[in-house]
Every structure is written in structure tokens, then in C-alpha cells.
């Protein structure tokens, strides 16, 4: 299969794919070959970065006919990368903001871990993915969000030998075996969750209001009303509505609170609390986040991302083991570039586009795209 590859030229320090796609945001994203891969409804998306560009592909689904859809998938990445928002610009006022907590000797995690800006998923997925992380770990909330595509999501296609699935619709989740099928999978208490949630978005009858339209028009609603809709679902707490919140809904202030990040507020920002406590109760959620949203500002959230980044010990999480396949650039020529106007959910994007590179690769020829983004 030839794919043909574009680029859009954005500097590591404004994403960082690398940590972005492992700092426990999202769940989904696989590293096959030094190529992150990830399956939409119709489509693997497929994206690798050196310091200047970020270049895309895609694979469309088998029973799609047509080679390729460039459109649809820029402005998946334009979306879901958040790319309008400017990061260096936030990394500097976070920096300064962050200085008089700063140890004299320590190195800022702002200077250390730059690139980790916060996504903009689906919030369906983001959903089911939130429940599966409660008392949970990366690589393990990995593996259960790829069960529930390989056994209840839609075939895609292959990629390096490997199989994509869709995402699962409520739909697919709610059906009279799911729950027992996830509890053989090993999904524990969250099987029940998974299935009861999934059930309220297909009863209208006993759940008129809990439809995945009115989930997506959360994006237009407060903060309050928000969290008042996710709280009500099976399996979610005020802190994965909170995570919800902030990685899907567009409330950027919102910081999710869990003892890791209290014990950081105490150890880096002289927050008063006991440092042995266990369990946070609803009062401290509201006190820490308003706490974080003093120094940080409108985008408190997306700084804690950063701070979340900086104290994990493995950003890998032990789950990128495919070695990278070496590939030396030898010749590029007849190279055409041109620039078109996107536009996605209210958020204006001038990028683009087109290819006719041709490039030699060790033994073999294949078509790379390249791109030019262009703002007024």
C-alpha cells in the first residue's frame, strides 16, 4: 500500500507527540515504526514529527473505495491537536507565573517538558476512556480501550500488520453480553460501568436527556452544567468529569484533582494541606482547582498537563516497543505546494497542503506530501 504522505511545519515545542500522546490524556494512540497511529470511524490516522514538521497520512477504511480523503484528516489533527492555540505563548506566562514557587536550583518543568498542550478528543471516547482509568495505570487503560475496539468496534483496516477497530458506539456497548464480555476481559467493576452508561445513551425512553448530541453541546454550556451531566453517568466521579471536562469539552481552565496533584500543589506551590492525606473530598477538588486557576489563568488545566507530564517517571509507559524502521530521504523533486483554507468546529485553521514530491527511499519510490500553513 503506497501512502502518500503532507507535513505541516510546527515546531516540537509547540506539540511534542511524543509526550502529548503518553501523558495520560488519551489512551488510544499506538507507536508502530516511529509512526503514531490511530483509527477514526472510517480511517487510521498516521503521523510522525522531526523539530519542524509534524507529516500526516491516513489509510481508509476497506470498504471505502476511494484512495485517499486529505481534507478529512487535517482537519482531524487541526481539531484534535488544538493547533489555533498558540503554546509557546502559554509556556512563557506559565514560566513566569510558576517562578516564585520555583526552587532556586530546580529547573522549571516549563523549560524541561515543552510541547504538551491539551487535546481535544471526542467526548464519547473520552467518556468510556476516563472510566476505564479510575484506580487504574497508563498501559493497563491502554489495553482496555483497545479491547473494546478489537471486540466490539467496526474493523478499519491494517497498518504494519497490525488491525484497526473503531471506537464502539453506545450502541455497540449496550448490547445484553457486553458487560459480561468485559468482565472476561478483565475490566473488573468498570465492566458494570462501561455497560450501564452505555445503556443510558440508548434508553430515550427512561433517559431522554442523556443522548450523545446533548453530550457533544456540552462544548457551549458552563463549566457547572457540564459536570452536572457527566456526574450522573455510571462510573464517573468529580474527578474523571473534571477530566472529561478539560479534554473534550473545551473547558481549558478546569484542573483535574487526584492526590497526585494535590501532593504536587503541597511539595511545588506551598499549598496548606496534610501531606499524608488519602482521599479528597468535594470541598478540596474546588479549593485546588480555583488554587491552580490563580497562578495559571484561563488555561490552568493545560499547565497542569504539564506538571502531570513532569512527574511521571516513564512517558513511554512501557508500551512503545516496535523499533523504528530507518528511513533516509535521498531525492525529492517536482515538488508543488499549495494553500487552501480549512475550517473545524468553530475553530479557523489556514493550512495546507498538496503533493506531487517524489522521493527514493533505500530500494523503494514513494509519493510524500507537503504542506504550508499559512495564517492571516
Not at 9 to 32: H, Y
Not at 86 to 108: D, F, G, R, V
Request: hydrophobic share 35%.
Amino acid at each position: 500500500m503506497e501512502l502518500i504522505w503532507s507535513k505541516i511545519p510546527i515546531k516540537e515545542s509547540e506539540v511534542c507527540l511524543s509526550k502529548v500522546l503518553r501523558c495520560g490524556q488519551t489512551f488510544r494512540w499506538k507507536n508502530i515504526n516511529n509512526v503514531w497511529t490511530f483509527s477514526t470511524s472510517d480511517r487510521i490516522i498516521l503521523l510522525k514529527q522531526d523539530s519542524s514538521n509534524i507529516y500526516y497520512s491516513q489509510i481508509m477504511s476497506h470498504q471505502n473505495k476511494s484512495t485517499t480523503n486529505d481534507t478529512k484528516t487535517i482537519d482531524f489533527i487541526n481539531d484534535y491537536l488544538t493547533l489555533d492555540i498558540k503554546l509557546e505563548k502559554l509556556y512563557t506566562q506559565w514560566k513566569a507565573n510558576h517562578e516564585p514557587y520555583k526552587h532556586k536550583s530546580s529547573t522549571s518543568p516549563f523549560d524541561s517538558f515543552t510541547g504538551i498542550r491539551t487535546l481535544r478528543q471526542d467526548p464519547w471516547e473520552c467518556l468510556i476512556c476516563f472510566i476505564c482509568s479510575s484506580n487504574n495505570n497508563v498501559k493497563r487503560i491502554s489495553k482496555m480501550c483497545d479491547n473494546l475496539c478489537v471486540n466490539f468496534g467496526n474493523y478499519i483496516n491494517d497498518y504494519q500488520g497490525h488491525s484497526f477497530y473503531s471506537f464502539p458506539t453506545p450502541k455497540q456497548l449496550s448490547g445484553d453480553d457486553v458487560e459480561t464480555k468485559l468482565r472476561n476481559l478483565g475490566f473488573g467493576y468498570r465492566a458494570s460501568y462501561i455497560y450501564k452508561t452505555a445503556k443510558m445513551f440508548t434508553n430515550d425512553e427512561q433517559f431522554p436527556n442523556i443522548t450523545l448530541t446533548n453530550l457533544n453541546e456540552l462544548r457551549n454550556k458552563s463549566y457547572e452544567e457540564s459536570h452536572a451531566f457527566l456526574i450522573q453517568l455510571c462510573g464517573v466521579g468529580p474527578k474523571v468529569a473534571d477530566c472529561i471536562c478539560l479534554m473534550s469539552l473545551d473547558k481549558s481552565d478546569i484542573v483535574p484533582i487526584d492526590t497526585h496533584i494535590y501532593q504536587i500543589a503541597i511539595r511545588d506551590f506551598k499549598f496548606k494541606g496534610k501531606k499524608d492525606l488519602k482521599t479528597l473530598n468535594l470541598k478540596l477538588h474546588s479549593e485546588i482547582r480555583q488554587f491552580f486557576k490563580n497562578i495559571f489563568g484561563d488555561y490552568a488545566g493545560w499547565a497542569q498537563s504539564v506538571l502531570f507530564a513532569a512527574d511521571l517517571s516513564d512517558l513511554n509507559n512501557g508500551i512503545n516497543d516496535v523499533e523504528p524502521v530507518k528511513e533516509e530521504i535521498k531525492s525529492i523533486k517536482n515538488e508543488v505546494v499549495k494553500v487552501v483554507e480549512k475550517n473545524t468546529n468553530k475553530r479557523k485553521i489556514l493550512s495546507d497542503v498538496e503533493t506531487n514530491i517524489k522521493v527514493e527511499t533505500g530500494s523503494k519510490k514513494i509519493k510524500v506530501s507537503r504542506s504550508v500553513k499559512v495564517e492571516v
